[in-house]
């Protein structure tokens, strides 16, 4: 069976970054390219903001190498339940985390999950790099998994943020000298409302790319889309 686009370019750039970086420093770059610490602590923040709790259960689709389970193990109690396409990245991800948190690799446009068995779900830099239908696919998906009135959060790039069309830029000037080592994907708030709409979310809101309303840290970068379920 063939891979997705996104598992192919992901277990080819973690092999790149592992063959010229220390560990630490290529499982760093594998998550946004830096900023291990400040980002997963950035991403603690905003869940807290959107009320994750202690004794509530948090699913973190595209953990990565676990900068914000890491962030999270040292500021409450959860059941945690990180998904993700590499094994390397997992297995660095469960040396950094509590004991009791999970890991599961899944290659799949399916949450391997039960209806209805969290509180929270989250996926930060994840329909970043994903074709329109599989983040709509995931979001359904996630809106199974979340229990009602449960809470999704994903960050997204849009053009309308300044910041994001120079990025826009650079992607466009690497493709035209090299290949993309992955696909840069944007998102407009339109498109996130008419998906939420037709998913049966409510509650979205939107959290600009320069905003920090938790105020206990900086700005994520990336926008932010807070759904209810």
């Not at 997705?4 to 630490?24: A, T």
């Not at 309308?160 to 120079?166: F, I, N, Q």
């Amino acid at each position: 069976m063939a891979k997705f686009h996104f598992v192919e370019d992901y277990e080819r750039l973690v092999r790149r970054l592992r063959w010229k970086y220390s560990l630490d420093e290529a499982m760093s770059r594998a998550v946004g390219g830096g900023g291990y610490e400040q980002i997963g602590q950035i991403e603690a923040d905003i869940v807290a903001h959107a009320g994750l709790r202690d004794g509530q259960s948090l699913v973190d689709l595209g953990c990565g190498s676990g900068r914000l389970a890491a962030a999270l193990g040292r500021k409450m109690s959860i059941e945690y339940c990180g998904i993700d396409v590499v094994k390397a990245l997992l297995r660095y991800a469960k040396k950094k985390s509590p004991k009791n948190y999970r890991f599961i690799l899944n290659r799949s446009l399916a949450v391997p999950l039960p209806d209805a068995s969290c509180d929270m779900a989250t996926a930060f830099s994840v329909f970043t790099h994903l074709l329109h239908h599989e983040s709509y696919i995931y979001l359904e998906e996630l809106h199974r998994v979340v229990r009602p009135d449960g809470v999704v959060i994903f960050s997204f790039l849009e053009f309308s943020e300044p910041d994001h069309w120079a990025q826009f830029k650079a992607t466009v000037d690497v493709q035209r000298s090299a290949t993309l080592p992955h696909l840069n994907q944007f998102l407009e708030r339109s498109q996130i409302e008419l998906w939420a709409d037709k998913l049966g979310y409510h509650g979205l809101r939107f959290v600009g790319s320069t905003e920090a309303p938790w105020r206990t840290s900086s700005a994520l970068g990336q926008s932010i889309a807070i759904l209810q379920r």
